[in-house]
């Protein structure tokens, strides 16, 4: 099982603010700025590079999900920012497909 799934799973505690059938949003245990939330499908997809034709829908369930956990957090007016990191280069560490909510602060371009 990957980490996410133990966190679906219950096995492993995380602070959970939103579940659903196809997805769950956790706070990040190292949070990059003072809103950081994982929107996690309860379907494995390692990376987003391994997405299939078909899960079209999931993943955009789950940028949805992303932009309703960013508004409920207060961050629809002062904006935020959604990563998706893929592979080495990416920065990925866990090979369970997320998305990255982040706000709370000013994002700076480029990405380091
Ligand atoms: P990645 O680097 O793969 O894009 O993102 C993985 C994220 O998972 C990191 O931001 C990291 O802080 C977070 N993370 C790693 N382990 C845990 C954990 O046990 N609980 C939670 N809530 N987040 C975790």
New binding site residues.
Partial sequence: MT?FER?IARE?P?DIVHEDERCIA?????PQAPVHV?VIPKTVIPRLGEAAAGQEELLGHLLLTAAAVAKREGLGDSGFRIAI?HGHDG????PHL?V?VLGGRAMTWPPG
């Fill in positions: 980490l966190i492993i995380a956790i706070r990040d245990i190292n994982l990191n920065g990925e560490t866990v997320h990255h």
